[in-house]
């Protein structure tokens, strides 16, 4: 099974993490057209909803290449815990989920003064091409153009990741801007 790997904030490398058998997974960056897609395979245990992921045995060399990749969170044993259909990195504030869940299709979450905007987002390939252009949400639009002017009046939270997993759910791990009036 392959995830997403999708970290809350800047300083850990989008990703993704593929489960070749009960005990191996392979940990990689997205695949990019004339780019050097890093791959390591590493065992892991799974207990329960827990998954440990053993980094003994990592190489010099794959030790600076995961370093250099972002992903140092891999040098040191990792501890998952697998909530539904996501496995949940909360040292690392990183959720993974299903690739197939959304490679197709994926949200960026709007909520404005608690009423919910959901915008599709393009997907591209592997060169950077568009693969789908999502249509714009013309209630979202006219939201936001009937408050541009007043903004200095509302407060603005961002969440990404974890954090807007925790907060709003599975299918908003992509983003989920929230924008409230102040009192």
Known sequence: ??????????????????FKSDSVLEISTFPRHM???FKLTMNYKRTGNRIKIISRNISSSDSIELSNQGFKQFLNEVVLAIDNKAIVDTASKIVYVLYKDFSKK???????????????????????LIKNNSKDNEALKDKMASIKD?????????YKGLDAYNKFGYDSVFGVIELR???
């Open 35 to 37: 780019s050097h897609q």
């Open 106 to 128: 994926y949200y960026l979450t709007y909520i404005i003064d608690g009423k919910t905007y959901k915008q599709g987002t393009s997907l591209s390939d592997a060169y950077g």
């Open 181 to 183: 009036r102040k009192n």
């Open 150 to 158: 007043d903004l200095q009046n509302y407060s603005v939270n961002v």
């Open 1 to 18: 099974m392959l995830y997403y790997g999708i970290s809350s904030d800047s300083v850990h490398s989008g990703h993704q993490l593929e």
